[in-house]
């Protein structure tokens, strides 16, 4: 088992085709809201797990800890974030940096979402414009997006 | 990953996307993406280093200055050769009357409790299995491996899941016994091939696919490439 030939395996997976790029223009760093999403499937114990091929996301509250990974896939290394959350979920690297004032301020809150689909579709139509949604109407100006 | 940062800025945020598969991240172009060449699993790269993590971000944060979409790679890589295995003691055998795999996950619960009480509770047992109930669902496999029907077998949930959790229980536990943080995939590497309950879920898994089941309830019982 190595990590390359785990990566291998995705070889032959089919790229989604985006026509053109969207390509927004955010506020200077220092004055940015920034906020996580990521595809490792986190959420908190008192959240519903993800299901087999889920689509939605949950909404992770930025002043808790405790996470739980709900990502289906076994393949990837699971020590990483059991040891550091931010190996995966940043949270306490973007505290420092609002803190030093290299950004703005970390939003309150945070999305995750199930990375291993198979089917873009909901992601694309569905899921992923209400989270974005979500994030805007908490006025995120930034989202760094992580896997796992 | 990608797509979903595609998502997000045609709803006017800026997004940044870390990505571990060069392939994928250039394939998808986001609007700005900062290929990480780090093991799956650890897309900041090391755990418990906030410097190399906030290099990591430096970079990412970067490409926010840049005028138009940009894919860039970050310049530290971290690679796994596939050789490095945690190396942490197992507890010795307790009650003879039980299978030696059943056993050992009884054993190390004092560990996982540990790594729990201080680590938290991010990749162990309780997504569908609770820790209580980890030496059962070891004893499920076991009796796949020898040769009951999966759906008979008493495992607990969906395989797969189910698996995680107990991989999960014996990594965390294992966080405990060892003395250093390990390799990224040291800890599975040391799963499946050093202890009584990997290899109990590795020849449930071959029983499954001699048997002919479906080909997604036994592959993703374990890492794809195993």
């Known amino acids: ?148 | 990953m990608s797509t979903l940062a595609h998502v997000f800025e045609e709803a006017g945020i800026a997004t940044v996307a870390l990505g571990s598969i060069g392939a994928h991240i250039q394939g998808t172009a986001p609007p700005r993406g900062l290929w990480c060449e780090f093991p799956l699993g650890r897309p900041l790269g090391k755990p418990n280093d906030a410097d190399f993590q906030h290099r990591v971000l430096a970079h990412a944060f970067g490409l926010l200055r840049s005028p138009e979409p940009v894919v860039e790679k970050f310049a530290e890589s971290i690679t796994d050769d596939g050789t490095e295995t945690m190396s942490c003691e197992l507890p010795p055998r307790h009650d003879p009357s039980l299978h030696p795999a059943v056993d050992e996950a009884n054993g190390l619960r004092p560990a996982y409790d540990r790594a729990v009480a201080k680590l938290g509770n991010r990749t162990g047992a309780g997504r569908t299995v609770s820790a209580d109930d980890i030496p059962a669902a070891v004893q499920s496999f076991i009796n796949v491996a020898e040769g009951t029907p999966w759906k008979e077998a008493g495992i607990p949930g969906i395989p797969a899941r189910v698996a995680q959790d107990i991989r999960g229980y014996y990594e965390t536990a294992a966080l405990a016994l060892a003395e250093h943080a390990p390799a990224a995939w040291a800890g599975a590497r040391w799963f499946f091939t050093s202890t009584e309950a990997g290899r109990a879920i590795l020849a449930a898994r071959k029983s499954m696919a001699d048997a002919g089941e479906k080909h997604p309830i036994w592959f993703y019982i374990t890492p794809g490439d195993m």
């Open chain 1, 1 to 148: 088992m190595a990590d390359s030939d785990v990566k291998a395996l995705t070889g032959g997976l089919e790229m989604p085709d985006f026509e053109t790029t969207a390509f927004a223009t955010p506020p200077p760093l220092a004055e940015a809201t920034v906020a996580i999403v990521t595809s490792a499937s986190l959420h908190h114990p008192d959240q519903d797990d993800f299901a087999p091929m889920d689509t939605g996301y949950r909404v992770l509250d930025g002043s808790r800890r405790d996470y739980m990974c709900g990502h289906w896939s076994p393949n990837f290394d699971a020590t990483g974030i059991a040891l550091d959350l931010n190996t995966v979920f940043p949270i306490d690297r973007l505290d420092e940096l609002a803190a030093d004032g290299t950004i703005g301020k970390v939003s309150d809150i945070h999305l995750s979402y199930a990375g291993n689909q198979f089917d873009l579709s909901a992601v694309r139509m569905d899921s992923g414009p209400a989270g974005a949604k979500f994030l805007r109407d908490q006025e995120v100006d930034v989202a760094l997006f992580t896997p796992v």
